[in-house]
């Protein structure tokens, strides 16, 4: 018998392992996926850390005396070297991002994992509707639910004297704290985000096996032990990816505390960073967008070291076919009365109040004299001196914007959503492999990072040498959108993915199923509302995403939202409002839309 | 020979067409181009655009896109594209995009914020500077190296609903009866702002501030706290002012309808977006009384052309119309606004305007002046960025 070779005998497990690993989609989904994470979700990292320790062009070339591009490690000593510098700069900032984050990620969950339970858990009345207008606020861009907060409460007593709603009908005057400052910010960014919240906990309450609920029952434990010890643990994961979530947007939100902390002098870690940049501190303001990464990351680890600990969050075994709801008895319609005025003030008093914004002509007056549609329909002739040739429904330029996002929406939305649920499947299914990690962690990366820091680094790369090309077209803006957006579509991929039981999955390779047919046949159908939230939130997303186009765009009025900006920093509030009723209505119409074709949607509370 | 001869000429042409390609640089296009007459030019910029070339150019203003209709309606074969920038990012955009080789990017820009057009795109080397020959003896010297295309100014406008403000003295500002009834747009937000507030700290207005500051309390300011006066006064006025509107538009909208008594220091020529039923709401402090020390400031919108355009004689006629009375006083064009000054002396404000010519605002706004922004920015910029909050 001929003795095997030492080197063949180390060739054949490896070969076998090679082929074994190949066999198996989830793990070529991976290396698929990781290379080209690698490549677009790093690549603004490591721009990011490269200017965080080189000089740039202008002050800082002759604050420091040396030449552009040098390595440097001065704009860490200047943040971090003590006094007022560093305090006003970083550590006042950094104390109320932290609280403004923190606060909103607890009561988004708070609201939006309330009003989930509530929807799916309960014989709740009014259900469809209460479900249907409370996802609204996430429609609308953060800054325009900042603005009507402003309309609302200002009053004479604050800011500018300017009398808002609240005192024009009630004439209450709010105090200070209530319309500027720390508590609005954390309540509008709260309330912004509390739809997601709604989304990803009411998904996976929606799909979760109602016998779990009824065998404790039988158990004898009583409601709130059900909710503590059994509802809380399976959807902890998704209250975790939810709070990541609402942490990072609020940490790095920009818009919101200027519109709602300039007043009072408060400041957040992005609008020093932008100070910094436009003042030409490029590299101080790149350390702030790398700490609010950081940050970031620590939520991630926690969210990691929890999803990790936890073996398996697997709620669908095969599907449930009863439906137990709790019964709220006596206290439905009260329940159902307060979340009618609740759901109400956050999304449709928002509404009314940028309908009437878009037709007075005078600020703050809402007689009928003061009344127009020139900003909707009226001609050249009959327009205001407004910049713009019409109203907006009669303007090429507003349509072109549309058509414009409205694209841009759903091609992002396609390949994210597709990318995602591939994501979702491969790193479940692989879960605990070094692979598994990095890819999910890389895929969740560019969430992490500042919209705003986000833009200038693929200016950069977009202008320079090799990639300038890309600059100033659409493609390169389905790009950036699809990187930073990838992370919700991933993180509903996972969570979709970790309801569903291998046994099933295996069941089917058993009998030979191919894997396309067993991802088209057997996955997608039973998590298919879930899956289609990995391809609805990035549509919302780009609708109303304004920070990450405003570089990136050949001119401000290219797509609906850098348009609707634009209106805003001009004082164009009119048209400003006029358009945010328009996004908001082409994203009820893709809802809709959606809802028609496959029966999933938002109000459904995607995931169920 | 024939068929040679007529290659021969389209190759000149075409090299004609091009100035890099025969050796002719931008820079001394705009040189050329500085001492021809607008028809010259004319047939200049035709060539450039029948070899494919269009003028895109940006602006922060938006005046720029109607001077830039009535010059294609003047000129009709050429091609002018019109992109409106944001003043924030107009420096960060144009410092990658100018030489980079990207499609369409701009050819020149109209600009504000001096320093920093001179410290990132003429220090750079990106952007060249272009004045015509035959304007110089209607524009001051100041105004054309950069060419100031208009200056625009920002003034103390107040809410009358309590009757006069009575400030007769800019200190009164910086005094506890003024906390936070002053708005100002955030300093480390806008750059014109800060750049004003840095103008302060010059010898020329150190020494109003000094005179105005004795005037008010009796007593010659003394160093202590600050090294200098104008130091002292910008600390004062920063702890009083308020930020609540973050644009211009906003802010003269918000004070005329908002609690009378305050007191905004913002672009004159916003006035325009303010409803006519709250304007009268509204009084321009200046033309109130004379103010001790200033009653507002004034910053230049600069015009450069870029390194890299394809068309600079088609971006010096641009230049010239802006500068001329048809250009600057045209259809909508800046001339018909509060607030906007032609530097070409000729052009005259209309007299139904409210609204003074450039000379009257000499004596009484702070001037942006780029070259001691330019070197003092590092060290002021600190003082005022930690008193912002």
Redesign the interface.
Known sequence: MRKPQPNSLLREPLLYRLRAFVAKPANLLLVFFLFVLAVLSLLPMVTMLSNMFTIH???EK??YRMSTGDWTYVHFQKLFEGG??S???FW?PLKNSLIVATGAGILGILIGGSIAWFITRSDLKCKKFISGVFVFPYMMPAWTLALFWTNMFQN?KV????VGMIESIFGVCMPEWFV?GLFPMIVVIGLHYSPFAYLLIGGILKNMDATLEESATILKANRWTIIRRVTIPIVMPAILSTFLLIFSSGFSSYTVP??LG??V???TLP?KM??L????YEGQGYIIAFISILFGCVILGINQWFTGKRKSFTTVTGKSGQVSLVKLRKANWPITIALIVFTCFVAVMPLISFALESII?????YSFSNMTLHFWIGTEASAY?T?MIAGILLNPTMWEGVGRQVLLALLVALIVGTSGMLIGYSCVRRRGSRLSRSVESMAFFPYLMPAMAFG?IY??V????NF??M???FGLLILVSVIKFLPFASRSGVNSMLQIAPEIEEAATIFGVPWHKRMIRILFPIQKSSILSGYLLPVISVMREVALF??LV????YLLTTMLF?F??????QYGSAVTLLIILIIMIINWVTNKLTGASFDKGIGG | MKRFLSLLLALMMVLSLVPSAMGESVEDALAAAAKMTNEELYEKAKEEMSAGAQLNFYSTTSFAEKAANNFMAAYPELKLVYAEIDDVETYNILTKTIGSGVKDSADMALTQNGPDLKTYLLDEGLAHVYFPEAMKDVVAADAQDPAIVTYINSLLIYHNGNGSANVTNIWQLTEEEWKDKVFFKNPTNETVNINFLIMLTSPEWNAKLEEAYASRYGKAWEKGEFDSCALEFIDGFLANVNYTYTSASKMAAGIASGAPGNMGLFVFSKLRKVDEADRGNLTILQFENKVEGFSGFMYPIYATVFKDTECPYTCALFINYLLSEEGFAGNKSWNSSQGYYSPNKSILKPEDLEDEPYEYWLDCLVFEDMEYIDEKFIEVYEFIATRVG
Do not use: C, H
């Open positions: 062009m202008g002050i002759r604050q007022d510098w305090r006003v700069n006042e004479s800011g500018g004297g300017n500027y200027v519109f300039s007043a002098k408060t400041f609008t932008r100070a940049i436009q003042a030409g002509r005078q600020p703050g007056n001196e910049g200038t200016l950069a977009a202008t320079s040498e300038r090309w600059y100033g077209t405003t570089l050949p001119k401000p009025r634009s805003n920093e001009t004082g164009y509030a």
